[in-house]
């Protein structure tokens, strides 16, 4: 099963985790509809849609009420496959085409985020702006100039490796640790001259120095933590990530199981890699990316089942990391639906953050990124 795929199916139940050890998340209240300010998940999944029994989707009253409270504003999904593969080209082209026509049939709940006037359209209540990204090169099929094909079409963020090493570089779980190809030098000219965002999560320490170095224009690493704390692959070093922000570049923040060494991620977990990666970056230069879905996991056996089938998936196509585990869900405990980023900021300026610093953090950070990259 496709890691995208699971969270569609697993986000799409709909019920929430309670943890009784803390305060229910849904108590936080929602933001004003004027409120300036933009919560973006630079890296997630919007679910909430169901059959209409046309062979369409239809969103669920579920999704409707969290956007028209504003609980999120725009969402960056993957929309291609992961990993090395056949027709990585085609099912990508295809899958554009299938996310374009479920936006058309829903332009008043979806909008298709390419500009900065995209952004600030997806502030109104009811909607929510989507970020088209692939987590992968593969999509160019060992052509960079592709990379402005995919521009045009709307794909505004492009990752170079997943994990293992494609033709671009090494993934963070190669042990060669081998850096950049001279293929993943002509690609990341190619992203930024199409005006597309340069993404370095998934990417091995020497991938994402040598890309930083690399890049002509800030890059991102939209969702991994910080080595420093949990020494996890996925997660990226000091130095990384102080290169990234010395580029303008922004540092996001996953709500995944790599946030502590072992057993599930609470609350406490993730505020504490935010607040090192802010102790390193500083404070304009981080931001979220769940890595998760909208409207969290229903957490029951069902879940837990396919959790285990998921990871045996990974691990048999050697692509799971270490810090995944079969018994380990991908949330934090605490923050496991749509009111995550109200309940989060209401958490943060608790211990003393002030409201523009959260806001930052929570999109503006990320909406000044992509209004500088994406501009012609």
Not at 30 to 45: K, M, N, T, V
Not at 146 to 157: D, S
Not at 320 to 345: C, I, K, M, S
Request: charged content about 25%; aromatic content about 6%.
């Amino acid at each position: 099963m496709d890691r995208r795929e699971f969270l569609l199916t697993a986000g799409a139940a709909g019920a929430l985790l309670g943890v009784p050890a803390m305060a229910r998340s849904q108590d936080a209240a929602p933001r004003p509809p004027q409120h300036p300010s933009l919560y973006i998940d630079a890296q997630g999944g919007l679910d909430g849609f169901e059959p209409d029994g046309k062979g369409g989707y239809t969103p669920t009253e579920k999704l409707i009420e969290g956007l028209k409270q504003r609980r999120i504003d725009v969402v960056s999904m993957t929309i291609a496959e992961v990993g090395n593969g056949p027709d990585r080209f085609r099912g990508a082209m295809e899958a554009i085409a299938s996310w374009d026509k479920m936006i058309g049939e829903h332009p008043d709940l979806l909008i298709k985020v390419e500009s900065a006037a995209d952004l600030a359209a997806a502030r109104a209540p009811g909607r929510c702006g989507l970020i088209y990204n692939f987590q992968d090169t593969t999509p160019l099929e060992a052509d960079p100039s592709k990379a402005a094909m995919f521009g045009t079409l709307g794909v505004k963020i492009i990752q170079l490796t997943y994990n293992k090493r494609n033709l671009a570089g090494d993934g963070c779980l190669e042990s060669a640790n081998a850096g950049l190809s001279d293929f993943g030098r002509e690609a990341i000219a190619e992203i930024e001259k199409a005006n597309v965002l340069l993404d370095l999560s998934h990417s091995g320490q020497r991938t994402q120095a040598e890309g930083i170095a690399a890049a002509k224009r800030p890059p991102a690493i939209t969702h991994s933590g910080c080595r420093a704390l949990v020494d996890f692959p996925r997660n990226t070093y000091d130095a990384e990530m102080k290169a990234l922000a010395d580029k303008g570049g922004v540092f996001g923040v996953y709500l995944m199981p790599f946030l502590r060494a072992k057993g599930q991620p609470g609350r406490e977990d993730l505020i504490r890699h935010l607040e090192h990666a802010v102790k390193v970056c500083g404070e304009d230069h981080v931001g979220i990316g769940t890595d998760g879905p909208f409207l969290g996991y229903e957490v029951n056996d069902e879940t837990r089942k396919r959790q285990r089938e998921f990871y045996e998936d990974r691990a048999k196509r050697g692509i799971a990391a270490p810090g995944e585990g079969a018994d380990v869900l991908n949330l934090v405990e605490g923050y496991n639906d749509a009111t995550r980023y109200d309940q989060l900021a209401a958490d943060l300026k608790a211990r003393g953050w002030s409201s523009a610093r959260v806001d930052k953090l929570l999109g503006d950070n990320f909406a000044r990124l992509f209004t500088e990259v994406w501009k012609a």
